[in-house]
């Protein structure tokens, strides 16, 4: 409607109906041109009203916030290895060679909707905000980004000392980088404000579901700035993309994994079970009718030879 959000909820629900709404179309780009059957993209999207910070989540790209010299992941990986991990099935040590580490259970275009995570964490003067794809955590440690952010202040020097140091660890995969500080405007941070991992609340009503994005097929979502009352933050932002060829993927389900079901009481519960079917990207770009006919006539072309031969 082009007005900016009234309040958090409504930000809130705008971040999820945006994110809901890429999924959708791209998932409707690949029904209809059979050549991009199969693509798609995970989201880390963060979003400020205030002082509260929205992070709307779908695959394993990752949020960290860096507070007075601690490194937390304010996101949750949906990922089969993650989940496993919160099984007591793996060790992070195990995770780090864990042969299907880079199979996630959701991504935007894959399927027609998506369950979007999302989570929250009040902002605190001097925290720093690091938004990456898998391509920087999964190749250096998390105490080495901690250290990048220690001590490189310029967040688009710390984007770039973050990149290079993942390119020397092997850079096997997209390398996206956004840092950003927060130097003004907000509380200091006190003892109790310790991050973690929360979902937020967000609530159904019906003024919510006024504000569905409404986007032309050839233009940019975007979502309004926030006009606070208050003296609004200064941010110092840095961002750097490094695109490499995509790799196949081999998604196949480890058969000793046993089944875990959401625990609705942990604040940690699982999004997604194992009979979730993984996310493949990309893929042989056929519909899976096409597969399905081309296997069954070949299996009527080996049965007919069979038949001859017999003969």
């Known amino acids: 409607d082009g007005e900016a959000p009234k309040d958090r909820d409504d930000l809130a629900h705008r971040l999820v109906q945006a994110v809901e709404e890429a999924g959708a179309r791209i ?3 690949a ?60 060790t992070e040590e195990e995770a780090e060679t864990f042969e299907h580490n880079n199979i996630i259970l959701q991504a935007l275009g894959t399927a027609e909707t998506v369950q979007v995570d999302l989570t929250y964490a009040d902002l605190r003067l001097g925290d720093a905000l690091l938004v990456c794809s898998d391509g920087l955590s999964g190749m250096i440690r998390a105490e080495e980004i901690r250290e990048v952010l220690l001590n490189v202040e310029d967040p688009l020097e710390a984007c770039a000392a973050l990149t290079e140091r993942a390119n020397a660890a092997g850079g096997h995969d997209n390398i996206t980088v956004i840092v950003v500080r927060f130097d003004a405007g907000l ?3 006190e003892t109790a404000d310790e991050l ?20 032309p097929l050839t233009g940019e979502a975007s979502i309004p700035p926030e006009q606070p009352s208050e003296p609004s933050s200064r941010l110092k932002v840095g961002h750097t993309m490094v695109g490499l060829e995509a790799v196949s993927l081999e998604a196949v389900l480890p058969s000793r994994a046993p089944e875990i079901t959401p625990n609705d009481g942990n604040p940690t519960a699982q999004l997604y ?15 899976p009718s096409v597969v399905g006919f ?18």
């Open 196 to 215: 973690h991992y929360q979902k937020y609340p967000l609530p159904e009503t019906a003024d919510s579901q006024q504000h569905v994005l409404q986007v």
């Open 187 to 189: 509380a200091e941070a």
């Open 273 to 287: 079970g194992l009979e979730d079917e993984p996310v493949q990207i990309p893929t042989t770009g056929l519909a």
């Open 294 to 311: 081309m296997v069954l006539g070949a299996m009527v072309l080996v049965a007919a030879a069979g038949f001859v031969l017999l003969r």
């Open 31 to 90: 029904r209809a041109d059979r050549t991009r059957r199969g693509m798609g993209t995970t989201a880390t999207i963060a979003a400020m009203i205030d002082a509260r910070l929205f992070v709307a989540q779908v695959g394993d790209s990752r949020a960290y916030i860096l507070r007075q010299g601690n490194l937390v992941q304010v996101s949750r990986d949906q990922s089969l290895v993650n989940q496993l991990i919160e099984a007591g099935q793996l």
């Open 27 to 29: 998932f409707g780009a």
